[in-house]
């Protein structure tokens, strides 16, 4: 068996890696430009859609943001075949990794909750926490545009979060599910603290900057005091969670308006040996399957019209 390289094993014990620098200023700069031209919200522009008084006032924005928006923007696409990034995944995930559609432009906004990206967003036994037949083998990447001067932002995780079995406990995972309660967050928003000061890691993001993570990783975004421009994608290894993830955000979270991927993405990602050819899997509506609560309809009520956070 080919042993993993550091990056690799950091990925699957911690949860997450970052990429410094991996988009050129000059490349995500472009991709700037087609963020403001598809919100409408120019940089000179951002500081009128700063709302609320008290605590909001720590940064919170009239955000925008486009569910599947990568896969419906061809301006984008040449982020999903970009070839560092290539080179990332299919070494945190190996050769085998496709795309998988779970992708999301961000303009202004900035989930300021603790949460997962994954089905199952609760600690569990089954489901996405089940890696008893396969190894969960999947992906998001999150790419930001801006430099942290402009944004003062910075993703918060918490390494080990992600599975059982990596560098965090079973007693710490407890107590990460514990402090990430909702109504705890809604307690902590209220009175500016962090409920899991003490175990997050934040990432300052820079422009062209990536951080690779498993969707599993409990994680957050910070408050923002200016201009913030994000797109994030998802890779995967084809298998029962691949397919259980496609299919959630597919068909299980309706509102978020996913739809078929346009023909010519299809071509490009199978000529980049990118496209999986696998059927979306079902599966049962369990109680642990994620559904936007009253916390994440807050948050996220201020995005754009038809459009929520994933």
Do not use: C
């Not at 995944?89 to 559609?101: D, I, K, S």
């Not at 710490?172 to 109504?183: K, M, N």
């Not at 299809?266 to 509506?285: E, I, K, N, T, Y």
């Amino acid at each position: 068996m080919t042993s993993l390289s550091a990056r690799a094993r950091e990925f699957r014990h911690r949860g997450f890696v970052t990429v410094k620098g991996l988009l050129p200023k000059s490349e995500a700069e472009t991709y700037v430009r087609h963020l403001e031209r598809l919100s409408g919200r120019p940089r000179e522009s951002f500081e009128k859609y700063r709302v609320g008084r008290g605590v909001l006032k720590r940064g919170v924005y009239r955000g925008w943001t486009l569910p599947d928006g990568v896969s419906k923007t061809p301006e984008l696409w040449d982020l999903l075949v970009h070839p560092e990034l290539l080179g990332v995944v299919r070494e945190v995930l190996g050769p085998e990794a496709r795309f998988l559609q779970h992708t999301d432009l961000h303009v202004g906004f900035s989930a300021v909750n603790w949460h997962r990206d994954s089905v199952n967003r609760r600690l569990g036994e089954s489901g996405d926490w089940d890696e008893s037949a396969e190894p969960y083998r999947l992906a998001r990447v999150g790419f930001y545009l801006q430099s942290h001067a402009e944004s003062r932002f910075a993703l918060g995780l918490v390494p080990g979060s992600h599975r059982r079995g990596g560098t965090l406990d079973e007693a710490g995972l407890v107590d990460v599910e514990h402090r990430t309660a909702p109504w705890r967050q809604a307690v902590s928003l209220v009175l500016g603290r962090d409920p899991l000061a003490g175990r997050a890691e934040w990432v300052p993001a820079e422009s062209g900057d990536a951080v690779v993570f498993d969707p599993r990783i409990v994680h957050s975004g910070s408050f923002i005091q200016g201009p913030k421009y994000s797109a994030f994608l998802a890779f995967g290894v084809p298998g029962r969670h691949f397919a259980r993830h496609l299919h959630y955000y597919r068909h299980v979270r309706e509102e978020l308006g996913y739809s078929a991927l346009d023909p010519e993405l299809v071509d490009r990602l199978r000529r980049a040996g990118l496209h999986a050819d696998v059927d979306h899997l079902p599966h049962d509506p369990e109680a642990s399957t994620y559904r936007p609560g009253r916390l994440q309809k807050l948050l996220g009520r201020r995005i754009r019209p038809g459009a929520r956070a994933a």
